[in-house]
């Protein structure tokens, strides 16, 4: 085979065809009552963007997914988002500046590591926002997170990342909550297709309503990415974010 091209070609280790990584924000406790039980069944590992409140409510259980080898991410101290949202109206990213989200991003690292004994190396865009300030003094902290993070999470994308392109400071992700297996199947399969990395987003895990990853969806995709023949490495962002650093180091 020739080789004079200059366009580096990748390649998922193993011959996979597509990388998926699941992640779960907000320390929700069904993801510990339904969620979890279904990836340690298929023996899958995820990760999760959490909120530190809620793993304080569900310390041992949270300990136990990180002993299991699931992912704990940073997802900021106070999830800040637009004042757009009610629920973020005293505490909007409009109101703040790069320092306080700097500090936020460490202090939220520091909880994390007090409380799990691990040290978050990837990061959640709270609602997918990543900014601060308004109009002409509005900045971007994806630096910021480029500067504490290998990975940040992007989130409600349209498609998922190419791994020899994508920037690993704003990687995609796609929504599944509410999502059938037959709609998620779409995705991995478009993955497929291009042989890139699919992340896939959710909230709640149980038998539906608002924000939740349906519980039979979640069996299904685990099944369809344990099967061989599908060509599949689902890993956390850590894991699939570190090997695509690998490559082009
Ligand atoms: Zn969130």
């Not at 924000?25 to 993801?31: H, M």
């Not at 409380?115 to 900014?131: E, M, R």
């Not at 601060?132 to 998922?160: M, W």
């Not at 689902?234 to 650093?245: L, N, P």
Request: proline residues 5%; charged residues 20%.
């Amino acid at each position: 085979m020739p080789s004079h091209s200059s366009i580096q070609q990748f390649h998922w280790p193993k011959g996979k065809k597509a990388a998926i990584s699941l992640t779960f924000d907000d320390a929700r406790p069904s993801q510990i009552d339904n969620g979890l039980p279904i990836l340690d069944a298929h023996n899958l590992k995820a990760t999760f963007y959490v909120s530190v409140g809620p793993v304080e409510q569900r310390l041992t259980e949270w300990r136990n997914a990180v002993a299991n080898g699931h992912e704990i991410g940073n997802h900021t101290l106070s999830h800040p988002c637009s004042g757009n949202f009610a629920f973020a109206r005293n505490n909007p990213l409009e109101d703040y500046t790069l320092d306080r989200m700097e500090n936020e991003l460490r202090n939220a690292n520091h909880a994390i590591e007090q409380l799990l004994g691990v040290k978050p190396t990837t990061f959640a865009y709270p609602c997918g926002h990543k900014f601060v300030g308004r109009g002409e003094a509005v900045k971007s902290y994806v630096p910021l997170v480029a500067r504490h993070f290998r990975v940040g999470r992007n989130a409600f994308n349209e498609i998922h990342n190419d791994p020899a392109f994508t920037d690993l400071a704003q990687v995609t992700a796609l929504d599944a909550d509410g999502a059938s297996f037959e709609y998620l199947k779409m995705l991995i399969d478009r993955a497929v297709a291009d042989g890139g990395w699919l992340i896939l987003l959710g909230h709640e895990v149980g038998a539906g309503g608002g924000q939740t990853v349906l519980a039979e969806a979640l069996e299904a995709v685990c099944m369809y990415a344990q099967n061989p023949a599908n060509g599949l490495w689902m890993d956390t962002v850590a894991t699939i974010g570190d090997y695509i650093i690998q490559t082009r180091t």
